[in-house]
Every structure is written in C-alpha cells, then in structure tokens.
C-alpha cells in the first residue's frame, strides 16, 4: 500500500509543508523513520529526531514550527497523536483483510441450538455451547470456549484461550485478548462456626457493552446476584481483577494489576493507574483519576478529583507528604541528636539543683 503525502493529508484534513506527492508505504516511530515511512511527533522532547530522521512524512501539530531545516514532508493537524492512532487503525484493518476468514474451522463444537450471524469465523478447538448466539462479522479465535445461554454482539473480536462462561452478555464491537476469563465464580464464601468457609453460589453475570476492549490475561467476575457490569468504552488493560458486581463506569480506563473488589463502582470517564488496589462496596466519582499503586478503601463524591497514595489521598496532599517521606532519615537523625542533646541539658539542669539545694 503506498500514499502521497497529498492523499494523507486530505483525509486528515491537514496541510501540507514540503512534497506533496512523496510517497509512504509503512509507518514508524519517528526515531526510527527512513525512506518511504510515515511517523508523528506530538511530544516535545521528541522533537530533535524530527531533524535527524529519514521518514519521507512526518505528522505534526499545526502550530509546530521547526526550529532547524527539516528534510521531510511535514502534514500539520489539530491533534498529532489522534491523527497518528486513526491512520494506525486503518494500516491495522488493512493488514488483517488478508487474513479474514469465515467459516467454522475443524475441528471444533458448535452446538445445533447455537445462533451464529453472516461472515461469522470459529477457529480450530473452539466450543459453543447450547444457545450461545455469535453476532454478524464477530471473530471467535482458536481454542475459545463459550458457555451456555452467553451472546456475543455484532463485530467482536475474542482472541485465542478466551473463557467466557455461561450466561455471559456481550455487546457489539468488542475485543477480548488472550487468555481472560468472563463470568468466573464470584469470591464469596461464608465463615462458619467451626473455622471453615462455605462456598456461596454465585448465579449472576457478566454484561459487557459496546465497544470494550479487554487485555490478556483479566479476569471478570460474575455477580453473585444480578450483573458484573463493564460499561460502554471501557478500556482494561492486561492482568486485570474485576470482582463480582462491580460496576465500571463508560469510558473508563483501567492498568494492568489493577483489582478492584466486590459491588464497588467507578464513575464513568475514570482513569485507574496500574496496580491499584479498590476495596469493595465503595462508589468512586465520576473522573477519579487514581495514581499507580494507590490503594483506595473510601467512597469519593467529588468529580475529577486526583487520587494517590496508599491509602489515598488528594495529589498535592500526597505530593507534600512524599516529600516528607523523603527527609524522615535525616529527620530520624535530628531527632536522636536532640534528644541526646535533651539528655545532657537534663542532666546539667539536676546537677545544678543539687549544687543550689546544698
């Protein structure tokens, strides 16, 4: 596949600085451009690669100015780094019309009851269950299982190993990567007199809506009564937790290690670091903005509130503490002087006593 400059600007609806009609047929970063690549520039400490590479067209902002001569074609647009995503996005779908298949590959089961949509592909090893229904144009990858009763949406992509347990809702557009578990039994278990726990059925589900995009390797919990709810637009990075009820708000985007416990819920729009840790029935506000490795065990009503910490706290609260944190050796140090220095002033001050009482 190869474009001009001219036609990539056009579809970004940008402007042209330098040859319109230079060619590009591959895309890279920009440290790595050479001849014939495309590549972008949105953050600033990147800038002098931009003076040094090869690539024939480099996107940039449309207020960027160079500040040295510049070899290649540069396309100005509002947005760098979502212009660069959008063209990522169609070299992607291109890439893959090669290999698109449809069909059922053998061996594999599909059960006689199962509803499965046009332009539908299952891939070797797989199994569908009684009355699972695969939308139009999904891609069910080798070695997938679905249980029974679950419904996958229109356009998914379910990567190869995915488990996705019985009853399990789906909505359209969806992409599951290798290995995550939907609808495993929520952690619930009863103490008993005796010291010993008892297992609490677990007979909710999943429902997942449109457009969710899960990592490898996650693992959803069904509800224990009622759903597990991953709303529209969410993103969840790899290794992720996500316990029984818990209900995470559209457009929410969560990093890899992440946990969150049983029946909290995240407001939409929220951005969870890696490796937090949410305790359960909590409700977090919309926008809460969680720093890595935070750890929160409090509900949170103020919206677009930045978080960090373990436990929490607001970011400028926490940045004032970390600096603390950081002198408490030298401090511990302080204190031990002066209290050896506290020690001997005592000691003086009872010396004299007891001369003057003479």
Request: proline fraction near 4%; glycine fraction near 10%; include cysteine.
């Given at each position: 596949?190869?474009?001009?400059?001219?036609?990539?600007?056009?579809?970004l609806?940008?402007?042209?600085?330098?040859?319109e009609?230079?060619?590009?047929?591959?895309?890279?970063k920009?440290?790595?451009?050479?001849?014939?690549?495309?590549?972008?520039?949105?953050?600033?400490?990147?800038?002098?690669?931009?003076?040094?590479?090869?690539?024939?067209?480099?996107?940039?902002?449309?207020?960027?100015?160079?500040?040295?001569?510049?070899?290649?074609?540069?396309?100005?647009?509002?947005?760098?780094?979502?212009?660069?995503?959008?063209?990522l996005?169609?070299?992607?779908?291109?890439?893959?019309?090669?290999?698109v298949q449809?069909?059922?590959?053998?061996?594999?089961?599909?059960?006689?009851?199962?509803?499965?949509?046009?332009?539908?592909?299952?891939?070797?090893?797989s199994?569908?269950?009684?009355?699972?229904?695969?939308?139009?144009n999904?891609?069910?990858g080798?070695?997938?299982?679905?249980?029974?009763?679950?419904?996958?949406?229109?356009?998914?992509?379910?990567?190869?190993?995915?488990?996705?347990?019985?009853?399990?809702?789906?909505?359209?557009?969806?992409?599951?990567?290798?290995?995550?578990?939907?609808?495993?039994?929520?952690?619930?278990?009863?103490?008993?007199?005796?010291?010993?726990?008892?297992?609490?059925?677990?007979?909710?589900?999943?429902?997942?809506?449109?457009?969710?995009?899960?990592?490898?390797?996650?693992?959803?919990?069904?509800?224990?009564?009622?759903?597990?709810?991953?709303?529209?637009?969410?993103?969840?990075?790899?290794l992720?937790?996500?316990?029984?009820?818990?209900?995470?708000?559209?457009?929410?985007?969560?990093?890899?290690?992440?946990?969150?416990?049983?029946?909290?819920?995240l407001?939409?729009?929220?951005?969870?670091?890696?490796?937090?840790?949410?305790?359960?029935?909590?409700?977090?506000?919309?926008?809460?903005?969680?720093g890595?490795?935070?750890?929160?065990n409090?509900?949170?009503?103020?919206?677009?509130?930045?978080?960090?910490?373990?436990?929490a706290?607001?970011?400028?609260?926490?940045?004032?503490?970390?600096?603390?944190?950081?002198?408490?050796?030298?401090?511990?140090?302080?204190?031990t002087?002066?209290?050896?220095?506290?020690?001997?002033?005592?000691?003086?001050?009872?010396?004299?006593?007891?001369?003057?009482?003479?």
């Open positions: 596949m190869q474009f001009t400059a001219k036609q990539i600007s056009e579809f609806d940008g402007a042209i600085d330098g040859d009609n230079v060619e590009v047929s591959e895309l890279s920009i440290e790595d451009g050479k001849a014939g690549s495309l590549c972008f520039l949105s953050n600033p400490k990147y800038e002098n690669y931009l003076y040094q590479t090869n690539a024939s067209v480099v996107i940039v902002g449309k207020d960027f100015v160079p500040s040295q001569p510049v070899s290649s074609t540069l396309v100005k647009v509002a947005d760098p780094y979502s212009a660069f995503s959008v063209l996005e169609k070299y992607n779908e291109a890439l893959n019309q090669s290999g449809s069909g059922i590959e053998e061996p594999s089961f599909v059960h006689p009851t199962a509803k499965i949509g046009k332009n539908v592909f299952i891939g070797a090893f199994y569908i269950a009684e009355n699972v229904t695969i939308g139009d999904s891609k069910i080798p070695q997938v299982f679905i249980g029974i009763d679950s419904r996958i949406g229109k356009d998914c992509l379910i990567s190869p190993g995915v488990k996705i347990y019985n009853r399990s809702v789906l909505g359209d557009r969806i992409v599951i990567h290798s290995n995550t578990v939907i609808g495993s039994d929520g952690f619930g278990f009863a103490p008993q007199p005796d010291g010993t726990y008892s297992k609490i059925a677990q007979i909710g589900n999943v429902v997942i809506e449109d457009d969710v995009e899960i990592g490898a390797n996650t693992a959803i919990d069904r509800a224990t009564m009622g759903s597990t709810f991953i709303r529209k637009g969410v993103k969840l990075d790899n992720i937790q996500i316990a029984h009820n818990v209900d995470v708000g559209e457009h929410t985007v969560v990093a890899a290690q992440t946990g969150i416990s049983g029946s909290s819920k407001g939409e729009k929220s951005v969870v670091g890696g490796q937090v840790g949410i305790a359960g029935h909590l409700s977090l506000a919309k926008g809460t903005q969680i890595a490795q935070a750890g929160i409090f509900n949170t009503t103020e919206e677009n509130k930045q978080w960090h910490g373990s436990p706290q607001p970011l400028r609260d926490w940045m004032r503490a970390s600096v603390i944190f950081k002198q408490l050796p030298h401090v511990d140090k302080r204190i002087k002066l209290e050896a220095r506290i020690a001997e002033l005592t000691a003086l001050v009872e010396q004299l006593a007891q001369y003057q009482s003479k």
